[in-house]
């Protein structure tokens, strides 16, 4: 018998941000690939197996949850946020594509998640209210160069943008360098949210404008969202004030 491999999205950390659709997704399944603290996250019954592994390992583990798939198992990867958004979803669609013929004709889902800057903007007030655009700041994947004019090109387009992966510990200096190319594109003023850990314990928001904004800012568990020129903040008694981004864009209008 044919088995199943789907994808799940299980939100930013908060119990509270994981759909129902994922939940069920999870009860159905018999075992759990992703990387260990994801998948330390779900309830399972004691005869549903988990294969914890390691964070770098996504072409391994994607393999190794389709040839249980094709064994005939419910087989579930799991990812933080949402699977597609620099995750597990196209790491399994990369091995389905050059793998053996029988990866591909296996019952396949992908079910969405609150992903970071969904959570973080939510946080913040309304950063992402008008266009924007996500942008991993790892060099792992794509060169370092394609980045730097990635964020030229959104900045000078206007673009919001939303940076995941902004640090490792193998990559320290990447974010202070990006922002010298924005300080160069942007004014000082724009709002810069760093959003760490979002819907977690140890959730922190930040709100500093572009010219202060410094790599110490973030971590691993940060999420930034760089506002464009139109991206205003409400200030609020006693309070962080709301970064929002009008639906309207009327810079360089007359
Ligand atoms: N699939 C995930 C993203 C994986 S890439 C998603 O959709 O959210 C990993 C990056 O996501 C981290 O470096 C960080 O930038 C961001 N991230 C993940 N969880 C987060 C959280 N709870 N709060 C803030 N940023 C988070």
């Given amino acids: 018998m044919m088995g199943k491999l789907t994808v799940v999205g299980l939100g930013p950390g908060s119990p509270q941000q994981i759909t129902p659709e994922a939940l069920s997704a999870v009860a159905e399944a018999t075992d759990f690939f992703g990387y260990g603290p994801y998948v330390d996250r779900l309830d399972l019954r004691p005869e549903q197996r988990r294969h914890a592994s390691?964070?770098?390992e996504e072409i391994s583990r994607a393999a190794a949850a389709l040839t249980?798939?094709?064994?005939?198992?419910?087989?579930c990867v799991v990812s933080g946020g949402d699977p597609g958004v620099f995750a597990m979803a196209a790491a399994v669609c990369e091995a389905m594509e050059s793998g053996p013929a029988e990866w591909r004709n296996i019952e396949f889902a992908v079910v969405p998640g609150v992903t970071a800057m969904l959570a973080v903007a939510a946080k913040a007030g309304a950063p992402l209210g008008h266009d924007?655009?996500?942008?991993?700041l790892s060099d792992n994947l794509k060169p370092w160069n394609v980045i730097e004019k990635r964020l030229i090109a959104a900045a000078e387009a206007g673009f919001v943008m939303a940076f995941y992966n902004p640090v490792s510990k193998a990559r320290p200096h990447q974010l202070g360098q990006a922002f010298d190319i924005l300080r160069a594109h942007l004014p000082g003023t724009v709002p810069v949210v760093f959003g760490r850990a979002a819907g977690r314990a140890d959730e922190r928001i930040n709100v500093v404008p572009l010219s202060e904004a410094q790599?110490?800012?973030?971590d691993m568990a940060t999420c930034i969202i760089v506002g464009s020129t139109e991206t205003r903040l409400i200030a609020?008694?006693?309070?962080?004030?709301?970064?929002?981004s009008p639906r309207s864009w009327m810079a360089g209008k007359a």
Wanted: contains cysteine; glycine residues 6%.
């Fill in 54 to 56: 390691d964070n770098r």
């Fill in 215 to 218: 790599s110490d800012m973030a």
């Fill in 236 to 244: 609020r008694e006693g309070r962080r004030p709301l970064v929002y």
């Fill in 132 to 136: 924007f655009c996500a942008i991993s």
């Fill in 68 to 75: 249980l798939a094709v064994q005939g198992e419910k087989v």
